[in-house]
C-alpha cells in the first residue's frame, strides 16, 4: 500500500492542483497536510490581513477535502520536522508539493529532499509539481541572458508559449482514518489570534477556494469585457479583484488563462496582466534580493523624512488621489493597481524616499502582498527596477482627473472632501476662499508638485 503526503503551501485549493491530482493518482491513501510555519508566522510577513485571509482558506480547503472523503491534516511549527514526524507515522513513501520561486522557498525545498535522502533513508520520494505561475521561471530566456528583463518581449515568448492546462479537481480523496485507540489525524484549526497579536482591516475581502471560483465566474461572466475602458477608472469595480486569490492559490493562474478568449474585448488586457505576475516570478527567482537591492541602481540618495512617511501612511498627504489609495489600503486590505502606482510614485518620487518603506507598508496591510509582485512592481514605479522610463513621475492631481473624474473614489474613502465641487476635488486648495473649500481637517498638500518634480530630477541627474 502506498501512501502520499500534498504539502499545502501557496494553492490552498483542490481545483487545478497537480501536486494532489498526482498523488491521487498514484497512491492509495493520501494525507494532505499544511502547516503554519513557525519562521513565518514570526516574520513581518505574517501581516493580521494576510493571516486571516490564510486561515480562512485553509478552513475552506478542509472543507473541500472532506466533501471528497478526504480531510486536512494541520499542524504547526517547522514544515520539514512536522513532515519528518507525520512520514514516519502514517509510513508515507511519497511528498508531492508545488514549485515556488522564493528563496525561502528553495531552501524548504531542499532540506525535504535533504529529509527524504538521510533521516528516512530514501523511503520518501519527493515530487515537485507546476501550480504557483503559469510557465515556470526558466523556461523562458532571452538571448544572452538567463531571465527577462523587460515585460514587453517576455509577454511576446510568454503568450505563444506552451501552457499548462488545468487539471480536474480529484472525486475522491482518500486519506486514511485514525484507528478508535489513536490521537486524531486531522488536528484543529487555530484561532486568528492565536497566529497574530495585529488587528484586521475592518473591510476584508472574502478568502478560500469558494469564494475565488464565485468572483471567477462572475468576472468572466461580464465585467472582463469591459476591462479595456474600466481597469483603470477607480471608483468602479472594473478589476477582477483576484490577486488576494492568486495570491494564496484558492484560484490557479492556469485555469484562469483557459478562461481567456483573446477575441473577446478585455481577455487580452487581462491575460497581459496575469503575464505580468509570471514575469515577476521569473524576476524574483533570478533576484532572490529583489525585496530589498536595487535591480538597477540609481544611485539615489534617498531622503530620511519621518513626518512626511507617516502623513502619506495615515493618507494626509493633502493629495485627495494618495490619501484615498492609502485609507483604501488600511480600510480594505486591499488598493486599486492604479492607486498603487500613484501612491508609490508619490513617496518615492515626491518625496524621494526609499522604495523599500513604502513596499513594506504595503507588505504589513495587503491580503495579496505577494513578494514577487509587491516588490517587483514598487521597484518598477520607483525607477529602480525593470522600468524603461525609471525617472516617470506622476502628478497626483491630473491622474486624479483622469481616472476619478467626478471625485467618487475620493469622496468614499476621503470624508473631508466630501463637499467640495467635482471642479477642485483633486486640488481642494484651490476652493479655499470659496464655499467650496475643504474642512479644516484636511491637510494642505506636503510638498508643492512642481518643486518636488524639480527636486527629483535633479538628485537623479535627469
Not at 50 to 73: E, T
Not at 406 to 427: C, K, M, N, Q, T
Request: charged share 25%.
Amino acid at each position: 500500500m502506498t501512501t502520499a503526503i500534498v504539502l499545502f503551501t501557496r494553492d490552498l485549493r483542490v481545483h487545478d492542483q497537480p501536486a494532489l491530482a498526482a498523488a491521487c493518482r498514484g497512491a492509495d491513501r493520501v494525507v494532505p497536510l499544511f502547516v503554519f510555519d513557525e519562521t513565518i508566522l514570526q516574520s513581518r510577513y505574517a501581516a493580521p490581513n494576510r493571516v486571516s485571509a490564510l486561515l480562512d482558506s485553509v478552513r475552506d480547503l478542509r472543507h473541500s477535502l472532506q466533501q471528497r472523503g478526504g480531510d486536512l491534516i494541520v499542524r504547526r511549527g517547522d514544515p520539514v520536522e512536522r513532515i519528518h514526524e507525520l512520514a514516519v507515522e502514517v509510513a508515507a513513501d511519497q511528498l508531492h508539493l508545488s514549485a515556488d520561486v522564493s528563496g525561502y522557498a528553495e531552501r524548504r525545498e531542499q532540506r525535504l529532499r535533504t529529509l527524504a535522502r538521510d533521516p528516512l533513508r530514501g523511503r520518501l520520494s519527493v515530487h515537485v509539481h507546476p501550480g504557483i505561475v503559469q510557465v515556470p521561471p526558466g523556461d523562458l530566456s532571452p538571448s544572452g541572458g538567463d531571465h527577462f528583463k523587460v515585460f514587453s518581449p517576455y509577454w511576446r515568448r510568454w503568450v505563444v508559449a506552451d501552457h499548462r492546462m488545468p487539471e480536474p479537481a480529484p472525486n475522491h480523496v482518500p486519506t486514511p482514518i485514525a484507528g478508535p485507540d489513536d490521537p486524531p489525524l486531522a488536528g484543529a484549526l487555530p484561532a486568528l489570534e492565536e497566529l497574530t497579536d495585529g488587528t484586521t482591516a475592518p473591510n476584508l475581502p472574502p478568502a478560500g477556494e469558494t469564494a475565488a471560483r464565485e468572483r471567477t465566474d462572475a468576472w468572466f461572466d461580464g465585467p472582463i469585457d469591459a476591462y479595456d475602458d474600466t481597469r483603470n477608472h477607480l471608483a468602479e469595480d472594473g478589476t477582477s479583484r483576484l490577486s488576494p486569490h492568486l495570491h494564496l492559490g484558492t484560484i490557479s493562474v492556469a485555469e484562469l488563462v483557459a478562461r481567456v478568449d483573446r477575441t473577446r474585448p478585455g481577455h487580452e488586457a487581462f491575460l497581459q496582466e496575469l503575464c505580468w505576475r509570471d514575469f515577476n516570478h521569473q524576476l524574483l527567482a533570478a533576484r532572490p534580493d529583489l525585496t530589498h537591492a536595487d535591480v538597477r541602481t540609481q544611485g539615489d540618495a534617498w531622503r530620511d523624512e519621518q513626518d512626511a512617511v507617516e502623513a502619506w501612511k495615515e493618507g494626509l498627504t493633502g493629495y485627495p488621489v494618495v490619501d484615498a489609495g492609502l485609507r483604501q489600503l488600511r480600510r480594505d486590505g486591499w488598493m486599486h493597481n492604479r492607486a498603487r502606482m500613484i501612491v508609490a510614485s508619490f513617496l518615492t518620487k515626491h518625496l524621494y524616499v526609499d522604495w523599500r518603506v513604502g513596499a513594506w507598508h504595503f507588505m504589513d496591510h495587503l491580503v495579496d502582498g505577494d513578494l514577487a509582485n509587491n516588490f517587483g512592481q514598487w521597484q518598477w514605479t520607483a525607477g529602480t527596477g525593470t522600468d524603461s522610463r525609471p525617472n516617470r513621475m506622476f502628478n497626483p492631481v491630473t491622474q486624479g482627473q483622469r481616472h476619478d473624474p467626478d471625485g467618487s473614489y475620493v469622496r468614499a474613502y476621503v470624508p473631508e472632501l466630501a463637499e467640495v465641487d467635482d471642479a477642485h476635488i483633486h486640488a481642494p486648495w484651490e476652493a479655499d476662499g470659496t464655499l467650496l473649500r475643504a474642512t479644516s481637517d484636511y491637510p494642505p498638500p506636503i510638498v508643492d508638485h512642481r518643486e518636488a518634480r524639480q527636486r527629483f530630477l535633479a538628485a537623479r541627474g535627469a
